[in-house]
């Protein structure tokens, strides 16, 4: 049975949230789970907007990228009901704003369906019969200043950048912003009332598994604040092969002219257009945009008035203009109704009739208007709105004296100094009441608060206490000596616990110093800034100790993402466990303290899924390939440094086992020699691996195909494995070659997304493994367990303690196994278990003592100083 759409309250309607079902089967939504179609998107928000009733009553709710987050949403607009739209990840903005407005019905986020809380059956409030959003627009979320938007702000809004975006019920565009941002929900709107898809995920553009969502969905539309453009630039979004992408748009602060020469020219190359984009929340998003084939030639410009709208210059002769520049005046019909600071002005109808933006501007000739200048001491910073007296009032309730000035990359705070209060502690109260990254908060601590010889306030003397900005990017320090990045606000040492302290400034600090970066930022991901196999350990470890848990994926997400709380218990990554139990396995088998074989092929597989994990990603090509080299420059420098070292104390190696060529040159020797196999056979792989993504085709095949990529290699490397089409013998050529396929079948199962997938590539390990040691079927099962395990199990329960062993084995295997050669000989006429223990304490002390190396050699070839950590890691 149909659903009939519910009777709506008292007052107007939103038209494009009422007429969903019009579009029939085409698809509305498209998230990771499957496809949506606007039926079945009508039918749901129907049904809840039974559940929110017919009398009018103003309904909170926590925006987010969510198929329930937008149900509701959109019930509410077809109903009648106001929306209070608040942050779905800022749940101390949730409550400041349910204490400020008291709403008559507070959505709260779960799993599955959301659960809607009536707290009254009427309202408590009287509500204008055109109200329909109420949005934040400053940078404290928490803020009680609401803008007031009608049915048609809404309507109108959407209907113009449609008809300027030339959006067709085929495109399908990302919500790369929040929804509860206007311009994330002006995209949202807008291709709903055309009858077109959303790619609906809760992911970042840094996130790998965001680009193959995109893909797959035959994504058409891009949208992003200038912080955006700075991920996709890390990412290599102009190597990308995104053959449906028909339009990119930019706004929430201004991109510098040069950029947007630089995207424009890229999307003619590419074929497709580059928006860029001006609004504010109080025009319910948008207000101006400029053509796209005006981009490249005037990239100064914010353009003309998006259709409906207009644009008049008023004079301000106080502020010293130039002829012809006038603040920036909009006229529309998606000019807010007003601002509510209390719940009696949501009685209020429209109190304003144009928009005083505050921007200074001028006309062109061509009819091109021109931001010149901001006449309020607003800033908008990577898209948020932010009132330096605002943060000036709040920093005064906790007793520090401040000044608050700074343009679009950051706000400068000038603090006099107070016991208690030193840079770290006062940035970190100002990001979390801004919603802003640390690297956008520059505290400087003073004596006295700069002053005019009026005794008012000297806001230019406080910018220009402003760190420069190549300083500030390389990770310079403020007046105390705190890093300005973030990264010694932790002040955790490598080997300990964290005191319980998980907030995004502690986090960018325990980043920062296990990855060695000083570009920490919470929009990072570890393996965004480059994390691989080695330090993955190390990093999972001292996350578990903060978060209380350790979240799925969290290599790919965003610092500022990951939240503590207690999960159901202590978990082990599975492909940590099985580097821990291989180099084990290997150590006691060649001590003869015991015999289980297969532990360096099963690490060749594990190999193989970190290889995908954490090289592969979605950076551009010039970087995997760096990333690459660097991988490999881990693995064989420190095995050269100790093959040197052996060559002076014993005479088991020669010189190709220091040039890592002896298995290349004697693949027949079963001397001592062939120690080394394991290493040699896995740099030739990646090497293998780097010359390959050189190749601009194989790069792109391996992006548009990440799962067929290497099965299709799994089938190429079965070739040597089973010395067909005339290959020589095993024996005669170098392990690289004939173990190479475990390496893709490693690979494979990291890249695996569905059942059917899962089982394909286990099937083929059952199928392989057996018989490539002959007679040896305990060394295939065990290579065969651990495989599967790899491929079906993400964690495996655990303890802290077992934790903490496997880490440390884990992240040390490469180091245990080069080094045992000459360790266990010592110990073993005493005693084969010391002899293991021995081993294995001696290769992690090895490893991190390469690690500290390899850090302090990073910083003098940075020309950096040695961080206020480093004495304590």
């Known amino acids: ?67 329930e987050a937008l149900v509701v949403h959109l019930a509410a607009l077809s109903a009648g009901h106001p929306v209070l739209l608040v942050p779905g990840d800022h749940p101390e903005a949730a409550a400041a704003l349910t204490a400020a407005y008291d709403p008559d019905v507070v959505v709260h986020p ?72 206007c311009y994330g929900l002006s995209v949202l709107h807008s291709h709903l009332l055309r009858g077109a898809g959303l790619v609906l995920a809760g992911l970042s553009v840094s996130d790998a598994c965001f680009w193959d969502l995109f893909r797959a969905a035959r994504g058409t539309a891009l949208a992003g604040v200038p912080y955006t453009f700075d991920l996709l630039d890390r990412v290599g979004f102009a190597d990308m092969d995104l053959p449906h992408l028909r339009y990119v748009t930019q706004a929430g602060g201004r991109l510098a002219p040069e950029r947007v020469v630089r995207y424009a020219e890229l999307g003619q190359r590419q074929g497709w257009d580059l928006f860029v984009m001006y609004g504010q929340t109080e025009a319910t998003a948008r207000m101006a945009y400029l053509p796209p084939e005006l981009a490249a030639a005037r990239p100064e410009a914010i353009g003309v008035p998006v259709p409906g709208g207009s644009f008049a210059l008023e004079p301000v002769p106080d502020e010293g203009t130039a002829a012809g520049v006038g603040e920036l005046v909009y006229s529309g019909p998606n000019v807010m109704l007003g601002y509510a600071r209390t719940p009696d002005d949501l009685a209020l109808g429209r109190t304003v009739d144009v928009l005083r933006t505050g921007d200074l501007a001028r006309r062109t000739d061509e009819g091109l208007y021109e931001i010149v200048g901001r006449r309020s001491r607003f800033l908008k910073i990577l898209g948020l709105r932010i009132d330096p007296r605002q943060v000036e009032t709040m920093l005064e ?77 390389a990770g310079g320090t403020d007046s105390d000596g705190a890093d300005s990045g973030g990264a010694d606000s932790g002040g955790a040492d490598s080997g300990g616990a964290d005191s319980g302290g998980a907030s995004a400034a502690d986090l960018c600090a325990l980043y920062a110093r296990i990855l060695d970066r000083t570009d920490v930022t919470p929009d990072n991901s570890f393996v965004g800034l480059g994390g691989d196999s080695l330090s993955y350990v190390e990093m999972s470890l001292q996350l578990e100790e903060r978060l209380g848990h350790l979240p799925p994926n969290w290599h790919l997400t965003p610092i500022r993402e990951l939240k503590r709380r207690r999960g159901p218990g202590r978990a082990m990554e599975t492909s940590v466990a099985l580097r821990a139990v291989a180099i084990v396995c290997v150590v006691g088998t060649h001590i003869r303290l015991f015999e289980i074989r297969g532990g360096a092929h099963l690490l060749l597989a594990v190999a193989g899924f970190n290889f995908a994990r954490f090289l592969l990603t979605s950076a551009e090509r010039r970087e995997r390939l760096r990333r690459t080299g660097r991988g490999i420059a881990r693995i064989a420098l420190p095995c050269m440094a ?109 890249r695996t997304r569905t059942v059917p997938q899962r089982l394909l590539v286990t099937l083929a390990a059952l199928a392989t493994i057996p018989g490539f040691f002959p007679g040896e079927l305990r060394r295939e099962l065990f290579v065969m367990a651990g495989f599967a395990l790899l491929t079906w199990l993400p964690t495996l329960p655990s303890t802290r303690r077992a934790n903490q062993l496997a880490g440390l084995l884990a992240g040390s295997s490469l180091a245990i196994y080069l080094t045992h050669w000459q360790i266990y000989p010592i110990f073993d006429d005493v005693s084969e278990p010391l002899a293991l223990v021995a081993s294995l304490v001696f290769g992690v002390v090895y490893a991190s003592g390469v690690t500290r190396l390899t850090r302090a050699v990073r910083r003098v070839t940075r020309a950096e100083p040695v961080p206020a950590t480093a004495s304590r890691t």
């Open 1 to 67: 049975m149909t659903l009939l759409p519910s009777p709506p309250a008292r007052g107007s309607v939103l038209p494009l949230a009422r007429t969903l079902a019009l579009h029939g089967d085409r698809t509305a939504l498209v998230t990771a789970d499957g496809e949506i179609s606007y039926r079945d998107l009508a039918e749901r928000v129907d049904r809840t907007a039974l559940r929110l009733g017919t009398g009018r009553r103003l309904v909170l709710l926590p925006g987010a990228n969510d198929v």
């Open 397 to 473: 309730r906790y007793g520090v004296r401040a000044l608050c000035a700074g343009d679009d990359d950051r706000i400068v705070v000038a603090a006099v100094r107070r016991p208690g209060w030193d840079v770290r502690r006062i940035r970190r109260r100002v990001t979390e009441e801004c919603g802003l990254p640390v690297r956008a908060v520059d505290v400087r601590l003073v004596d006295e608060l700069p002053r005019l010889a009026n005794g008012k306030p000297d806001y230019p003397a406080v910018r220009g206490l402003a760190r420069p900005a190549a300083k500030a990017g």
């Open 110 to 181: 779960g799993p599955g369906q959301w659960r809607i809380e009536e707290r009254r059956a009427g309202s408590a409030h009287t509500l204008h019969p055109d109200l329909a959003l109420l949005l934040s627009t400053s940078g404290s979320t928490g803020s009680p200043k609401l803008v007031r938007l009608s049915y048609e702000n809404l309507q109108a809004n959407a209907e113009s950048i449609a008809e300027y975006l030339g959006i067709r019920a085929s495109d399908r565009a990302a919500t790369t912003l929040p929804m509860h941002y």
């Open 642 to 750: 100790w093959t040197g070292f052996a060559l002076l104390v014993d005479d088991d190696y020669d010189l190709t086992n220091l040039l890592l060529v002896h298995n290349l040159i004697n693949p027949q020797d079963m001397g001592p020699g062939i120690h080394l196999w394991f290493v040699e056979a896995l740099v030739y792989i990646l090497l293998t691996m780097l010359l390959l993504l050189a190749v601009p085709a194989v790069d792109r095949a391996e992006r548009r195909f990440p799962f067929a990529l290497p099965v299709a290699l799994v089938a190429l490397g079965l070739l040597t494995r089973y010395e067909l089409v005339g290959l020589p013998d095993r024996s005669q050529i170098t392990d690289a070659v004939t173990v190479f396929w475990l390496f893709a079948l490693g690979w494979a199962a990291a």
